[in-house]
């Protein structure tokens, strides 16, 4: 959208919350939402092994020897595929643990790990050992829009 500004005396681009379509930021999240929780077992695992896959032949991928990924919840995609990978491939798999406010990096051994719900359903494991935040190459997120 183009509009007059005043103080600069000629027209400026104004980017507003809205996508390309019309959509805002909150109506995509909802959108992908739905389309999430609609989807079956198997295909929640047959894209979850595509994404795996697809994650793993990266070059990014290959090169990071510390991997902080999550813990999948609802109708998240099953990052136990992708977190398996990640230790087979001879890497660091960390977890976000949040303590006292604060997020920490907490390293676990091997792909079977304890774990623990935690605030607002998030899984964490329950033991491993706090890592420095520096030492993390590569950061694996949930993301809806």
Known sequence: MERYDENKGALSRVYERESIM????????????????????????EKSLKITEKTVSQSWFKEAHTVMSYISIKNEIDTSYLN???????????FPVIENEEIKAVAVDGADYATAVKK????????????DKNEIDLVIVPGVA
Not at 85 to 93: D, F, N, Q, R, W
Not at 120 to 131: S, T
């Open 120 to 131: 607002f359903g998030v899984i964490e494991p329950e033991n491993g050992r706090e890592l």
């Open 84 to 94: 398996r990978k990640i230790v087979e491939s001879g890497k660091k798999l960390l």
């Open 22 to 45: 019309g959509e805002s930021k909150k109506e995509i999240r909802n959108r992908i939402r739905r389309i999430r929780e609609s989807m079956s077992c198997s295909e929640i695992e």
